[in-house]
């Protein structure tokens, strides 16, 4: 106990080729087949106990929706407050714990996801999430791993940040967990996210009430088991499955509840702030509110800009995992003088690009994640396809006869106002508006006072003028800003990832900037002679 041990060097878990053949290829497509047929029940986690329900939902991948992979239990009101008192029971001893055995347990998940887990944990990614082996692999190993173990690193450097202790003084912070439990809500569309709004707080010394989305619930199922093999002690974090505004209505209206740590949508994120101010009279301290939530990311060409580096930007920042990321580019400015070739290029990529299973390594894209998806991303679709002011350049089909397809979609619109300009579409489908070349720094403020978000967004010009202008004009714009890239891929230790106005509240995931969120910091002060006299010098004769 009387050392100070130093923790491994964090560096970024490197990302899998999955080459035909190779041994990670059999590995996950192996694991795919198992997880497809062997119909998984995913039970609630309450204090370790896995519990059953009477009521459950379904689970079935978006790209083979006829198919059941199994079952999920649905949490009754009881459930849910029996999870909010195992987290506080839990809390007592977990809050004590040396941040070397907590550290310890998240570090041996990291392990376990880099090696015995990581095919079944992109297995259930594919299936669960429709995600390429590629993008699986991205998300559900590297970058949860990355999550992982970074965090251990952060929460180092935030504990070794102390005072200065003047003549005679001796000073220090201690980081105590916050007082309460934590409420994790997480969304669909990355594994690791979902695994990281618990297990951030959870380093800190918090326990848990989480609550995945239910169409994650595969991959939910994995975290757990990762949690738990690598040491995690019961009710530390604890999975519910259910109505989420029975869930979310319970856990707030528990004065131990000390914050949120969401990713989501933005008008579900407003609803839950406004619920936690008319709660706030009854609650113990200040809840902690953080999230991330959506984004209506842009791409802007300069004239100076490459065509082909502008395209293949479009191309991956719009349509990986079918635009169903927070960060994906939806709108996209061309210059006049650069739109034609650009869009030629874009249109000879995606006419190269197949759609369907992920199992089958060739497709690049594979399905939307339900039939409410498919259905706004149709509706959009439709609309543009009877609107004068919009032209489908590319796509515009759909089918959901087997899965949730919808072909990557580019319209090229004279409104840059059009509804799909301005309107968060999470999917396939980007928007391109043309600009004469003489109006950049007009566009720059179009791009900026178009959107209510202000996630990601990207600049392509090889002028440094046109860059630094653009950082300049653009910087409320985005949390994430990337120069001649795609919008894109935040790596965790590299770029901090979070966006500010309708986008959230910008606490950098990815950096110990979060992770001080579910921290509350107390100065003990001692000095070292203790005064024996009231009398200062001053009062002396």
Known sequence: MNSYPSFPKAINEPVKEYRPKSPESVAVLASYKTLYTQNTYVPLTINGAKITTQAKGEMRPPHDHQ??????????KKEVEQAIESALAARIQWSRLSFEQRATIFLRAADLIAGPYRAKINAATMLAQSKTIHQAEIDAACEFIDFLRFNVQFAEEI????????????NRLSYRPLEGFIYAVSPFNFTAIAGNLSAAPALMGNTIVWKPSDHQMLSAHVIMEVFEEAGLPPGVINMVMGDPEMITNTVLASPDFAGIHFTGSTFIFKSIWKKIGENIHQYKSYPRIVGETGGKDFIVAHPSSNEAEVATGIVRGAFEFQGQKCSAASRVYLPKSKADAILAKVKEDLESISMGSPEDFSNFVTAVIHKGAFDRLKEAIDAAKNSTEVEIFHGGNYDDSKGYFITPTVLVTTNPNYDTMERELFGPVVTVYIYEDNDFEATLKLVDQTSDYALTGAIFAHDRYAVEHALVALENSAGNFYV???????????QPFGGARASGTNDKA????NLLRWVSPRLIKEPLLTPKDYRYPFLGE
């Open 67 to 76: 198919h059941c992979l199994g079952h999920y239990a649905l949490a009754g």
């Open 159 to 170: 504990y070794a940040e102390q005072p200065n202790s003047g003549d005679g003084v001796f």
């Open 484 to 494: 001649n890239d795609k919008p894109t891929g935040a790596v965790v230790g590299q």
């Open 510 to 513: 990815g950096s110990k900037l």
